[in-house]
């Protein structure tokens, strides 16, 4: 079987600072397009990556599960010359950077995990299991979703604006596989004690996660974690709060 080259969808900064950012499970790299103007070019690279499926890599046929993501990522790092880098993982790439944690403790500085999935997956309903299998292919279900992640409080304008780009980068097939993995995957025993630095972002008005939810999980398995909550974000800090979430992410990156 052909190996597949990886290539970042957007690479932005020639800082020192080495960073791969990934998007979750209903948007490609464009939930990050806010925040592209306000790195800090000079101290930060950081390589935007469509996962399988997604965006720039559409039509890209693969597994499409959180740990053919990790693979990836380490692909594009070492495409890239990287040999310690920070990831950033949203929602359910929050998986990833912890499975990376584990399969690349040697390359990766540290994670960011930012709305995102312990590496116990996510336990839903079975009214939860039906919202999200109708957002994939009805867009005003989508738009709901989108609704109920950012806590009722946003303009339907901005809803729809973000579901359209939510649209533009996803296909069907990829999405209800990664869902599969991202629902049906457990590998929680195995970052027990793990001592990769790891830093929390967290929106007040995400229904589906908490301070309490990460102490639980995340918290009690990692030796080194650090949890901050954006008061004006609900499930997608950096296309709700740009300029708070590449403030508290800078911060945390600076230190190395």
């Known amino acids: 079987m052909t190996e597949i080259e990886v290539k970042a969808s957007r690479v932005i900064g020639e800082g020192s600072i080495q960073v791969v950012a990934l998007h979750g499970w209903m948007g490609d790299h464009r939930l990050y397009e806010p925040t592209f103007p306000l790195w800090d070019r000079t101290k930060f690279t950081v390589a935007f990556l469509d996962c399988r499926g997604y965006g720039q890599r559409l039509d890209e046929t693969g597994e499409y599960t959180i740990e053919e993501v990790a693979r990836d990522v380490r692909k594009l790092a070492k495409s890239l010359g990287w040999r310690k880098y920070h990831v950033i993982g949203h929602s359910m790439t929050g998986m990833t950077v912890q499975r990376l944690t584990v399969d690349a403790s040697d390359e990766v500085q540290s994670i960011i995990m930012v709305a995102a999935l312990p590496a116990s997956g996510a336990k839903i309903t079975d009214?939860?299991?039906?919202?999200?299998?109708?957002?994939?292919?009805?867009?005003?279900?989508?738009?709901?979703?989108?609704?109920?992640?950012?806590?009722?409080?946003?303009?339907?304008?901005?809803?729809?604006?973000?579901?359209?780009?939510?649209?533009?980068?996803?296909?069907?097939?990829?999405?209800?596989?990664?869902?599969?993995?991202?629902?049906?995957?457990?590998?929680?025993?195995?970052?027990?004690?793990?001592?990769?630095?790891?830093?929390?972002?967290?929106?007040?008005?995400?229904?589906?996660?908490?301070?309490?939810?990460?102490?639980?999980?995340?918290?009690?398995?990692?030796?080194?974690?650090?949890?901050?909550?954006?008061?004006?974000?609900?499930?997608?800090?950096?296309?709700?709060?740009?300029?708070?979430?590449?403030?508290?992410?800078?911060?945390?990156?600076?230190?190395?």
């Not at 008061?231 to 708070?244: K, N, S, T, V």
């Open 127 to 256: 009214e939860r299991r039906k919202l999200l299998q109708d957002a994939i292919s009805d867009a005003e279900v989508r738009k709901t979703l989108i609704d109920v992640n950012t806590g009722h409080r946003r303009k339907d304008e901005w809803l729809q604006e973000l579901r359209d780009t939510s649209l533009a980068g996803t296909s069907e097939r990829p999405l209800v596989a990664y869902m599969a993995s991202w629902t049906g995957t457990d590998f929680s025993s195995e970052v027990q004690g793990n001592k990769t630095p790891l830093f929390v972002v967290l929106g007040a008005n995400d229904p589906g996660s908490s301070i309490e939810k990460t102490r639980e999980t995340v918290g009690a398995w990692y030796k080194n974690v650090e949890v901050e909550v954006l008061e004006g974000a609900g499930h997608y800090p950096m296309y709700e709060e740009p300029e708070a979430f590449v403030k508290l992410v800078g911060k945390h990156l600076s230190r190395y």
